[in-house]
């Protein structure tokens, strides 16, 4: 039975192959030459479309059968799989800054009768950070700054001086020197790359030399490279 279905839905579907190849045909014949074009574009079309049909009969019906395996016998005829055993619980972990207990003669003896002890019992978590990750951590945000100062001042340069004579708006060019400024003027940021930053936005806010502000952009770009490779 299901073959038989599967047969149908293939013959059904050759058909419209068939069909639609051989009107294709047809009508490319008729563009391109008269009747006799149209008839042998047709007729090769459409013997094109059920030999390929013919040809992949066998992936048709291999997709349309169902698999053997998931047959209600088949379910039924494999053997249970066997229980897996749960993994045994692992004790919870107490706190990191418990301290252990010291006997009474270790105490008297010193730290050092009582042996080594595991740096981590001792670690308590409210500890200030080491100035070290400190410093990492201004010196980052000062090189995000000055990242942000970069574009800033970029994308007011942009405006300043555009592609086209109407491609910025007056409004425009003054958000981005309002934002330009408004990112030099952010605490944290290194000395030399600040003075570099006031050069840049004189030189764009002259909107007279393209080339000018095009130089104190890639000074101040120079500026925030040396200054990243300085840390």
């Not at 990191?96 to 981590?120: I, N, T, W």
């Not at 409210?126 to 010196?139: I, K, Q």
Request: charged share 15%; proline share 8%.
């Amino acid at each position: 039975m299901r073959s038989s279905v599967a047969a149908r839905i293939h013959l059904l579907i050759t058909s419209v192959l068939v069909t639609s190849a051989t009107a294709c045909g047809v009508c490319v014949g008729l563009l391109l030459g008269g009747r006799l074009t149209a008839a042998l574009a047709g007729g090769a079309a459409g013997l094109g479309a059920g030999i390929g049909a013919f040809l992949s009969r066998r992936h048709v019906f291999a997709y349309l059968r169902p698999e053997a395996a998931a047959s209600p016998s088949a379910t039924l005829s494999e053997p249970l799989a066997a229980p897996v055993p749960a993994p045994a619980a692992e004790p919870a972990a107490g706190p990191s800054h418990v301290r252990l207990p010291v006997p009474a003669g270790a105490a008297e003896a010193g730290p050092e009768a009582a042996g080594p002890q595991d740096p981590s019992v001792h670690a308590d978590p409210a500890a200030p950070s080491a100035p070290s990750d400190r410093a990492d951590a201004t010196g980052g945000y000062a090189e995000g700054l000055a990242d942000a100062v970069v574009v800033s001042i970029a994308t007011y340069q942009a405006a300043a001086f555009p592609l086209t004579a109407l491609g910025v708006s007056d409004e425009e060019r003054a958000a981005r020197r309002a934002f330009a400024y408004r990112v030099c003027a952010q605490e944290g940021l290194p000395p030399a790359v600040r003075v570099s930053a006031a050069a840049a936005l004189e030189a764009v806010d002259q909107g007279v030399d393209a080339g000018r502000a095009h130089a104190a952009m890639k000074a101040l770009s120079l500026t925030v490279y040396d200054h990243r490779g300085a840390r």
